[in-house]
């Protein structure tokens, strides 16, 4: 099995790392394309098969992800087209905001389309650990479970409608950006409370981790982790009722859904 990344920016270039560290894919069945030389080294050093020629990236690829920015999503198309074996290779999409209405029409050649699923991960699929929302276009599920098999190499996935892949996205994709939000915000915290910004950072981290795992272990109940750790008239309390009163959780769905604006 061979998978082609086209863009190693943010993106895909974390898609490509995430592979690298699990053996899903031999490191030189992974080919990563970018037109800079200087994105590629660090993926050719890795083993991974790097080229500046997107056409030459996608010969002999059972999947073809695009990894490139939106607007250039159209150009990317354009120029791999007449390369694609429509009957073999599946197009993965992580691009936001491109449709599989619009995929399909930029692929359509003599009436065929490829198999086309969209796929938005996040940034966590560099470390394996990704929230990546798959949606598959009609008539598309031959490959579905291999694309599933291969995001949940780096992660979980989320099979959902089209239409709520920009609510994912905001949940996972930008959510990982909010998340570091609430790390700075506590780490700053920590400062004024009397410990050097570094550990102030780690012991945020430690204690996130801690919560990840109770959530994991549990069932998954915040709520009821919160009970565990409020004492009736204890210090817990004071703090979060302070945070609800500088409006903690407003700001936060705020954050989540003002994205989408
Ligand atoms: N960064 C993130 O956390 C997420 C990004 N995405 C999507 O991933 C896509 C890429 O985003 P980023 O990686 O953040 O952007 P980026 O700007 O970091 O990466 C885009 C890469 O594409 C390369 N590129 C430009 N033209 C190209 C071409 N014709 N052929 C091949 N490569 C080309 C650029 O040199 C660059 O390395 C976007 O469409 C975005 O919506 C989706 C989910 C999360
Ligand atoms: O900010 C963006 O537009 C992309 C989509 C999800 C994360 N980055």
Not at 41 to 60: H, I, M, P, Y
Not at 109 to 133: C, R, W, Y
Not at 218 to 229: M, R
Request: charged share 20%; proline share 3%; aromatic share 4%.
């Amino acid at each position: 099995m061979k998978i082609a990344i086209i863009g190693a920016g943010e993106m895909g270039g974390a898609f490509a790392a995430g592979l690298l560290k699990g053996d899903l894919f031999k490191a030189e069945d992974i080919t990563v394309a970018n037109p800079h030389e200087n994105k590629l080294q660090r993926f050719k050093q890795l083993g991974a098969s790097v080229t500046t020629d997107n056409k030459a990236a996608v010969t002999d690829a059972d999947f073809i992800t695009i990894a490139v920015k939106p607007k250039v999503v159209k150009t990317v198309v354009d120029e791999l087209k007449d390369s694609l074996d429509y009957d073999g290779q599946v197009i993965v999409n992580m691009a936001a905001s491109v449709s599989i209405v619009q995929l399909s029409e930029w692929l359509e050649k003599d009436g065929k389309v490829p198999e086309i699923v969209q796929a938005l991960p996040n940034i966590g699929i560099a470390e394996k650990a990704s929230m990546t929302f798959l949606s598959p276009a009609p008539q598309s599920s031959r490959h579905l479970s291999q694309v599933e098999a291969i995001f949940n190499s780096v992660g979980k996935t989320h099979i959902v409608e089209e239409s709520l892949l920009s609510s994912g996205t905001a949940l996972s994709g930008c959510g990982i950006a909010y998340i570091m939000r609430f790390v700075r915000a506590a780490s700053e915290a920590g400062v004024e409370l009397g410990f050097e910004a570094d550990d102030a950072k780690n012991i945020v981290v430690q204690t996130m981790q801690g919560a990840i795992n109770l959530l994991n272990a549990n069932g998954g109940n915040p709520e009821a982790e919160i009970d565990k750790v409020t004492t009736p008239g204890g210090m817990t309390i004071r703090g979060l009722n302070a945070m609800e009163q500088a409006g903690f959780t407003n700001a936060v769905i705020q954050g989540f859904k003002g994205c989408l604006n």
